[in-house]
């Protein structure tokens, strides 16, 4: 298995570029999720899906649109970056939803916009 | 809404020394889980606790997770050079991540 991998691993943009940022899972799992982190505030919640088609928002999901047209694969688009968005982001995924399960990250995408 | 507070924020010790990590929440807690990531890294799940007063342990690694469900703890005992990283404890009802403890370890 390769557990949860994101594509690309660096990126830098200008504002107002779009693009989107690639993650899968070949573990079957049914939750996924995206989040950013800044330095000193941990990883903030952007959108998450319980399962295919479904999608709901996080804690900061301005900016941002997920889908999840398959189990495997969750999309994060940025529509009209901003230097604010400037963070490394984590896609994860567990089991189900609900928290009991652990979750497991892929190695993150490092996104500078200038 | 939820928030998940962590202290200290940063901590230096001494190889051998011992090392503690408080996690506290604004609002109980249904469970929590708590991760390591390693300098450039991603997260990486280690313990999760459920019950009310709940102990694991973990070779050197101990977690609490207090009487209310609001609060828990992380404690190293002789830290070595392999325990760098931050960590995070994540609470569940809406998952909420902590801010997080940066562990530094002076060989």
């Known amino acids: 298995n390769a557990g949860v991998t994101q594509t690309p691993k660096f990126q830098v943009l200008k504002t107002g570029q779009s693009m989107t940022l690639q993650c899968a899972q070949d573990m079957n799992h049914e939750y996924m999720s995206w989040y950013r982190q800044d330095p000193g505030m941990g990883l903030r919640l952007i959108h998450y899906?319980?399962?295919?088609?479904?999608?709901d928002q996080g804690e900061v999901p301005n900016g941002y649109n997920v889908s999840r047209s398959t189990t495997e694969d969750f999309p994060l688009r940025l529509l009209s970056a901003a230097p604010s968005q400037t963070s490394v982001y984590f896609c994860a995924s567990s089991l189900e939803a609900g928290g009991l399960n652990e979750q497991f990250f892929g190695p993150g995408t490092r996104l500078t916009v200038l | 809404g939820q928030q998940v507070m962590q202290i200290p924020q940063y901590q230096h010790v001494q190889e051998g020394e011992d090392f503690t990590t408080y996690c506290n929440s604004s609002t109980t807690l249904s469970n929590i889980q708590w991760y390591k990531q390693r300098p450039g890294g991603h997260p990486v799940f280690l313990i999760q606790l459920v019950k009310s007063g709940e102990v694991k342990k973990q070779k050197r690694l101990t977690f609490q997770f207090g009487e209310a469900k609001k609060n828990s703890s992380l404690h190293i005992t002789a830290t070595q050079t392999t325990d760098v990283g931050t960590y995070f404890c994540v609470g569940y009802q809406k998952v909420t991540f902590g801010t997080g403890t940066k562990l530094q370890v002076i060989p």
């Open positions: 899906s319980v399962g295919a088609g479904i999608t």
